[in-house]
């Protein structure tokens, strides 16, 4: 490779790398200007969260996905999606509030992102095996809705003691499951349909209100 090229190269790189630090810090900004201006946990309403559910639902132009449920947190707001020709659950996402989120706040507070862990990872038709060309429209999993449950128990029970899994939601390729605490919401983890391995959704924070919007 002559000296020229490598020098090319080398300034290539360097601009890109400008160029993403640039990019970066206009995020920050946005970021302190928000919290300059007031912009905490309270700038963000639920029937606002609703709204911004729907405008995603219109994006995706799929007339047979709706919304069943948004939940508000601490931290952010949990929207169930789920398929009106066959009432399964179809995809979990995530509308963080603002300066709660790090990262991904910067890069999508006040719009609708994939929720991470189960349904990035589980979901067999919805999640990141669609993705990558592993689609699959057939929920035959192995691990029953009770049997989830079950798992779902044994977990709080040695993790949570006195938690309480209740009301299964059932998505391609595993199950959501609520977390009660003193009669309450407290949480929500996830129970995979082929192993029966939970996850624990650690990134909501404490429980604040529900959304119940299938039968609308």
């Not at 946005?30 to 029937?47: E, P």
């Amino acid at each position: 490779m002559s000296r020229v090229r490598t020098v090319s190269i080398g300034i290539i790189l360097v601009g890109v790398l400008a160029l993403s630090l640039f990019l970066l810090a206009g995020e920050y900004g946005a970021w302190v200007a928000a919290q300059q201006n007031g912009a905490g946990q309270g700038s963000l309403t639920l029937d606002r969260a609703a709204g911004l559910a729907d405008d995603y639902l219109v994006s995706l132009g799929n007339k047979d996905l709706a919304v069943d449920e948004i939940m508000e947190f601490e931290f952010n707001f949990y929207v169930l999606y789920y398929e009106k020709s066959t009432g399964m659950g179809a995809f979990e996402a995530i509308i963080d509030k603002a300066g709660t989120g790090g990262m991904m706040w910067m890069m999508g507070y006040r719009s609708v992102r994939p929720e991470q862990g189960p349904n990035m990872m589980w979901n067999t038709k919805y999640g990141m095996h669609s993705m990558m060309g592993g689609q699959s429209t057939l929920n035959n999993v192995s691990v029953t809705e009770s049997q989830a449950e079950e798992y779902a128990q044994t977990y709080l029970d040695a993790n949570f003691p006195g938690a309480v899994a209740e009301d299964v939601h059932p998505f391609y390729g595993y199950c959501t499951i609520h977390v009660m605490a003193g009669g309450r919401v407290s949480g929500m983890l996830s129970v995979n349909g082929y192993s029966g391995q939970v996850w624990y959704h650690n990134w909501h924070g404490r429980y604040i209100q529900s959304l119940e919007l299938r039968d609308r």
